[in-house]
């Protein structure tokens, strides 16, 4: 008997390993179904963990496995970087930490598609499906690793918030590097196999996620990271059908599924249009319409004081909170909760109101108040939040100024036309935290600050959120 | 035929994952959707297992060793850095149960002394 000890045999056997792969896959599907609910989203993500470890382990089962060293230090390299990047990443930071991650991501998609290109000869032995789906993952992934990584560096404010473009040629450029990557892929798949021409088609889509992403204003960029997963996802998958590797097919297309989903329901909270968005142009209009209502209205804006404030609070019998992302970047969120617990003792309801894209993610604005232990029942979303501002006697907005703005419901000519907002000025009296009158992200005035109940406190919203507690200690 | 059946059974998987991922993910409250977001971001990570299949094969060279080793660790920060991130988002939601109802009993209670 020559035959290998039962023991290796089974833990090397391809229908073994394939069932691993099956196992694997259940569970990140389990995973995904505990991460769309509140209560078993931590489960959920273990599961989800569990059966990454899973697939690992099954590919390094393979009997063709080799090259332990290599495999040893590029994953030692994997987890020397990711382990305390993920552990110390504050949570205001996490929006541009999620984009890293994705863009890491798709590098690794075409430098998979590359080590292909070049071990297969230029695809010279494999099926032209092989070919095709290889050279989509490589354009994909290397879109999406530049392409989280502009977003990485805008929201991280190394490069400016700001769109930069080329204006109208923008869209033709675009254009013209998709059908140029695009040319070369079909080039390659149909038997040419110089390795210029691959580097080439690598330029192409690089230089295509940096002129996708540039142009985009930093309003929209969560819109911008989920979608840019949704392709990572999908590149995987496609690096799944070119290696005949099922797990990577279904993880990656699951991905590339649900990332669509996220990227138009986020779309939708803000109101815009996924094509929009890509085709850039948001922001430089309103900057100029901006500019013209500052002249307008200028004058008309009333400034208060931390003292006036804790009075106006002190006195009122229900208070909203309306945070926005400038709470975030202040770290106030441990002084508002303070704030409001004060307020609570002397017997003022409390509500904080959540607009679906406060922050700069959805949902980042409730990471952010749990971590400061608000309790989650204060928490109220935005439709619920717009019925309760007629009874509301303050308003307290911190750091939040779009997702205020009336201009979204009055002015059709604004940029933001249409986009839900928080219908602050609803209720009786509006206090603003704000640094200064500069416009927000998107780069647009809000008319909130001229109208005649709202009043203005100028400062980081950390300090004057203390300053109002210390104040109202006072009374 | 071998490659054709291949093809079509890969196909088929593809298109069947695309409607579990739309099915699974059709109803999350919106507060989870930066945890969902990093989640999935998470499981994409798993390109990591096309970069140990490659680097197994023989007939690599320097260069390719370079690249593939670049993609391993890229792949694995995808999944490391992922998950670990999202764990830390959720664990601030875990703790909510208890802590909201005890604070707005306390609360009440307050407000009831407080006139």
């Known amino acids: 008997m020559s035959a290998p000890p039962l023991a290796t045999s089974f833990l090397h056997n391809q229908n073994f390993l394939d069932v691993l792969y099956i196992v694997a896959f259940s569970l990140f599907?389990?995973?995904?179904?505990?991460?769309?609910?509140p209560r078993t989203a931590v489960r959920g993500n273990r599961t989800a963990a569990v059966g990454m470890a899973i697939a690992v382990i099954a590919t390094l089962l393979n009997p063709n496995e080799g090259n332990w060293g290599l495999i040893a230090l590029g994953m030692a390299l994997g987890v020397a970087v990711g382990v305390p990047a993920a552990r110390q990443v504050k949570m205001t930071a996490m929006p541009q930490m999620v984009a890293l991650f994705n863009g890491v991501g798709g590098g690794a998609?075409?430098?998979?598609?590359?080590?292909?290109?070049?071990?297969?000869?230029?695809?010279?032995?494999?099926?032209?499906?092989?070919?095709i789906f290889s050279l989509f993952a490589a354009i994909v992934g290397s879109v999406s690793f530049w392409g989280s990584n502009i977003a990485f560096g805008k929201l991280q404010e190394i490069l400016p918030g700001r769109p930069i473009s080329l204006g109208a040629a923008q869209q033709i450029v675009n254009l013209v590097l998709l059908i140029l990557a695009v040319a070369a892929g079909i080039d390659i798949a149909a038997g040419n196999h110089s390795e210029l021409l691959f580097i080439g088609l690598l330029v192409c889509a690089a230089l295509l996620g940096n002129a996708v992403v540039l142009p985009i204003g930093g309003a929209d960029?969560?819109?911008?990271?989920?979608?840019?997963?949704a392709f990572t996802g999908l590149s995987a998958a496609a690096t799944g059908i070119a290696l005949n590797n099922t797990a990577l097919i279904v993880?990656?297309?699951?991905?590339?599924?649900?990332?669509?989903?996220?990227?138009?329901?986020?779309?939708?909270?803000?109101?815009?249009?996924?094509?929009?968005?890509?085709?850039?142009?948001?922001?430089?209009?309103?900057?100029?319409?901006?500019?013209q209502g500052a002249g307008e209205h200028a004058g008309t804006v009333r400034s208060t004081s931390a003292a006036d404030a804790a009075i106006q609070l002190a006195y009122a019998s229900r208070v909203m909170i309306v945070p926005g992302y400038g709470m975030a970047v202040a770290q106030a969120q441990h002084a508002v909760a303070e704030l409001t617990k004060e307020l609570q003792k002397r017997g003022v309801e409390i509500g904080y109101a959540i607009h679906p894209v406060a922050g700069r993610m959805p949902g980042h604005m409730n990471v952010l108040l749990a971590e400061a232990d608000v309790p989650y029942d204060q928490l109220e979303e935005m439709d619920e939040a717009n019925q309760e501002f007629?009874?509301?006697d303050v308003?307290?907005?911190?750091?939040?100024?779009?997702?205020?703005?009336?201009?979204?419901?009055?002015?059709?000519?604004?940029?933001?036309?249409?986009?839900?907002?928080l219908e602050v000025s609803n209720s009786h009296s509006v206090i603003v935290i704000k640094r200064s009158m500069n416009p927000g992200f998107a780069g647009i005035e809000n008319e909130l600050y001229y109208e005649p109940e709202t009043t203005m406190l100028f400062g980081d919203a950390k300090s004057a959120v203390s300053e109002i507690t210390a104040e109202l200690a006072q009374i | 035929m071998i490659l054709a059946s291949t093809l079509t059974t890969n196909l088929a998987i593809l298109v069947l994952a695309g409607f579990v991922g739309f099915v699974v993910?059709?109803?999350?409250?919106?507060?989870?959707?930066?945890?969902?977001?990093?989640g999935t971001n998470a499981i994409h990570g798993i390109v990591l297992l096309g970069g140990l299949?490659?680097?197994g094969l023989s007939g690599n060279g320097t260069f390719n060793k370079v690249i593939l080793v670049i993609a391993i660790a890229f792949g694995t920060i995808n999944i490391v850095g992922g998950f670990l991130v999202t764990d830390r988002m959720l664990e601030m939601f875990k703790s909510k149960p208890k802590s909201p109802s005890g604070a707005v009993k306390d609360a009440e209670a307050k407000k009831e002394k407080a006139p």
């Open chain 2, 25 to 38: 993910i059709s109803k999350v409250p919106n507060t989870l959707h930066t945890p969902l977001m990093s």
């Open chain 1, 221 to 229: 960029m969560p819109v911008v990271i989920s979608m840019l997963n």
């Open chain 1, 109 to 131: 998609v075409f430098l998979i598609s590359w080590a292909e290109f070049r071990l297969t000869d230029g695809y010279s032995h494999t099926a032209t499906y092989i070919a």
């Open chain 1, 390 to 392: 007629a009874r509301t």
């Open chain 1, 251 to 291: 993880a990656g297309m699951i991905v590339g599924a649900s990332g669509s989903i996220l990227t138009n329901l986020m779309a939708v909270a803000m109101n815009r249009s996924i094509p929009a968005i890509v085709a850039g142009g948001f922001g430089g209009g309103g900057a100029i319409e901006g500019a």
């Open chain 1, 29 to 37: 599907i389990q995973g995904l179904r505990g991460l769309s609910g």
């Open chain 2, 53 to 55: 299949l490659i680097i």
């Open chain 1, 395 to 421: 308003s307290l907005v911190i750091g939040a100024n779009d997702v205020t703005n009336p201009a979204a419901k009055n002015t059709p000519s604004s940029p933001i036309y249409g986009m839900p907002i």
